[in-house]
């Protein structure tokens, strides 16, 4: 993570103007004090890898050296942990491998 001081890539624009720029549009809009910028990369990664983006374009697009790296910041929803679990149950039953 960049520390205040540091650029972010965007011409002359420091993290910490960032910051300061999201907790003013998080208050306006009546979002919870929680949601930082972090939480929002957190879900970015997230969502790519729900919709079936590459890993190594995820990888990529947050500027991971390693895979592992963008491992620790993925998760999945319980909405699609249990999308996955239906096809699997689905393909299993289709192929005569499963019965209930």
């Known amino acids: 993570m ?3 001081r540091q650029s972010c890539g965007f011409v002359g624009l420091r993290v910490q103007r960032l910051d300061e720029i999201f907790q ?3 208050e306006l809009a009546g979002l919870d ?3 930082d910028l972090h939480c ?7 969502h790519l890898l729900e919709y079936g983006y590459p890993e190594l374009f995820v990888q ?4 991971h050296a390693y ?3 963008t491992a620790i910041y993925s998760s999945v ?5 249990n999308r996955l679990l239906q096809g699997s149950l689905r393909r299993q ?3 005569g491998g499963l019965t209930l």
């Not at 990529?60 to 500027?63: E, H, T, Y």
């Open 24 to 26: 003013t549009v998080r």
């Open 33 to 35: 004090e929680d949601l």
């Open 40 to 46: 929002l990369r957190h879900s970015y990664v997230t």
């Open 67 to 69: 895979a592992s790296t």
């Open 77 to 81: 929803s319980d909405e699609f942990r």
């Open 60 to 63: 990529k697009q947050v500027g």
């Open 93 to 95: 039953m289709d192929d």
């Open 2 to 4: 960049l520390s205040g």
